[in-house]
Antibody
Framework: QVQLVEGGGGVVQPGKSLRLSCTAS????????MHWVRQAPGKGPEWVAA????????YYADSVKGRFTISRDNSKNTLNLQMNSLRTEDTSVYYC???????????????WGLGTLVTVSS | DIQMTQSPSTLSASVGDRVTITCRAS??????LAWYQQKPGTAPKLLIS???SLESGVPSRFSGSGSGTEFTLTISSLQPDDSATYYC?????????FGQGTRLEIK
């Protein structure tokens, strides 16, 4: 069955960096675009970034553009999110989510991970 | 970005009631509308995509309808397990955006 397991969350000071990872299993990872979605405490989900199956095409939310970088390693079935210049408003649970097809235009997300909590605080 | 507006924000209903949640988009997004269910401490779960297509394993009491900018999620006969927060999401174009959520409580 499809499994997505996020890791790398924790407490970090404003201005610092953090790298999240998502390990996929139960499906052909290299055949699917992938997304990151976050959810601040008590708020609705907010889409963060997307990457195509081959890693060549990417989209970002304006709120993270220039600070966050999405990438993937298909040899390790891993999706990454490098987060730099973190702000208090980046505090959220971060979920990785599978798209239902392979290109960057695949925006329907059918499976989500359990999430990892990132807290940005001094 | 496309803005998504849900109503109501909170809904209280009894077991067996018919419940409807509305989602409006700031521009036409047909048919790229999804509904998610989220229970506390868990990830959102995809219920419906393409505005009206029920995901595998989702009970048939859930249905979606609508087109253009106005969409609805209907639960035909509310069950205790349906207590959750429901979100609509447009996936017509980037940035993908969600509604603010509807918290459904069982009386």
């Amino acid at each position: 069955q499809v499994q997505l397991v996020e890791g790398g969350g924790g407490v970090v000071q404003p201005g610092k960096s953090l790298r999240l990872s998502c390990t996929a299993s139960g499906f052909t990872f290299s055949g699917h675009a992938m997304h990151w979605v976050r959810q601040a405490p008590g708020k609705g989900p907010e889409w963060v970034a997307a990457v195509s199956d081959d890693g060549n095409d990417k989209y970002y939310a304006d709120s993270v553009k220039g600070r966050f970088t999405i990438s993937r390693d298909n040899s390790k079935n891993t999706l990454n999110l490098q987060m730099n210049s973190l702000r208090t408003e980046d505090t959220s649970v971060y979920y990785c989510a599978r798209a239902d097809c392979n290109t960057i235009e695949c925006k329907r997300t059918d499976y989500w991970g359990l999430g990892t909590l990132v807290t940005v605080s001094s | 970005d496309i803005q998504m507006t849900q109503s109501p924000s909170t809904l209280s209903a009894s077991v067996g009631d018919r419940v409807t949640i509305t989602c409006r988009a700031s521009q036409s997004i047909s048919p790229w509308l999804a509904w998610y269910q989220q229970k506390p401490g868990t990830a959102p779960k995809l219920l419906i995509s393409l505005a009206s297509s029920l995901e595998s394993g989702v009970p048939s009491r859930f249905s979606g309808s609508g087109s253009g900018t106005e969409f609805t999620l209907t639960i035909s006969s509310l069950q205790p397990d349906d207590s959750a927060t429901y979100y609509c999401q447009q996936y017509h174009s980037y940035s993908l955006t969600f509604g603010q959520g509807t918290r459904l409580e069982i009386k």
